[in-house]
């Protein structure tokens, strides 16, 4: 393994522009309920009190003003794939608000529920990368992988512990676990949402590497938020949840981003 300085990823822009314009239409959707909704109260705010149409028109205006000034500031970290002031809080809102209604949205628009989970997991990604102002602490990074990578015919329960892993080399948990021991990091396997959740309790990391499926990965990223979560997704050359695979040198990049930079590596020892 060399430790020469990695470039940072950089986003494909197919992956920007689905992104942006998504996010750019659920935006314009949400003023225009806004809108609606605001009109039909002042139409009966308006018979109650006159003051009362003013002050709905002032807290639309301010909802409009806050969320333009929310979509801008998200909008611009991603084209300048800068970290601005707040990016990370407004990751949360693009996590737990324009996330669902980009996921309705963008098939009834022709981008498949994958595309837009895939281009949400690589913004995702890149505001973690631009944000990250300080290393980690190997020991509080949790490389955690699906059960899928194993190979379906191994008889090792590493759910349960993976040093039950014999490291025979037939699927890419033997290289993920030599990985883990160079760069001292925890390391786990899920068999599903349940498991993970629980890892992530006992383990209580401070960033999460996390090897999925699009829709494995996206719903991890929203339920642990505020817990950071960088994703990579895995390679399914035989069908979903089979023997997959996944790329470690992937892996490696993205470890040594998050890492003390310059650390080298030290003995492997058992984790
Ligand atoms: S490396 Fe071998 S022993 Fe370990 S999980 Fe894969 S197949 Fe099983």
């Given at each position: 393994m060399s430790h020469s300085p990695i470039p940072e990823p950089s986003l494909k822009p197919s992956k920007k522009r689905i992104f942006i314009g998504l996010l750019g239409l659920t935006f314009g959707l949400i003023m225009l309920l806004i809108l609606i909704g605001g009109w039909i109260a002042t139409i009966g705010l308006n018979q109650l009190h006159p003051g009362l149409t003013l002050m709905a028109q002032t807290v639309a205006g301010l909802a409009f003003i806050f969320l333009s000034g929310i979509i801008a500031a998200l909008i611009l970290s991603i084209v300048l794939e800068k970290d601005l002031p707040f990016t990370q809080k407004i990751r949360g809102l693009g996590i737990k608000l324009f996330l669902p209604l980009m996921e309705i949205l963008g098939p009834r628009l022709g981008v498949s529920k994958e595309d837009v989970r895939n281009s949400f997991i690589e913004i995702n990604n890149r505001l973690l990368v631009s944000g990250q102002r300080h290393t980690i602490l190997p020991e509080r990074l949790l490389l955690l992988l699906p059960?899928?990578?194993?190979?379906?015919?191994?008889?090792?329960?590493i759910t349960t512990s993976i040093d039950n892993c014999q490291q025979c080399g037939r699927c890419d948990i033997d290289a993920l676990i030599k990985l883990a021991q160079t760069y001292r990091i925890r390391i786990a396997v899920a068999t599903g949402g349940t498991l993970a959740r629980k890892i992530v309790r006992d383990y209580k990391p401070r960033i999460i590497v996390a090897v999925a499926c699009e829709r494995d990965l996206t719903s991890g990223i929203h339920d642990t938020y505020p817990l950071p979560v960088y994703g990579i997704l895995n390679r399914r050359p035989e069908g979903p949840c089979w023997n997959t695979r996944v790329d470690v040198a992937e892996i490696e990049k993205a470890l040594r981003i998050f890492l003390i930079r310059g650390q080298a590596p030290q003995q492997p020892r058992t984790v």
């Open positions: 059960h899928c990578l194993q190979r379906a015919d191994c008889q090792r329960r």
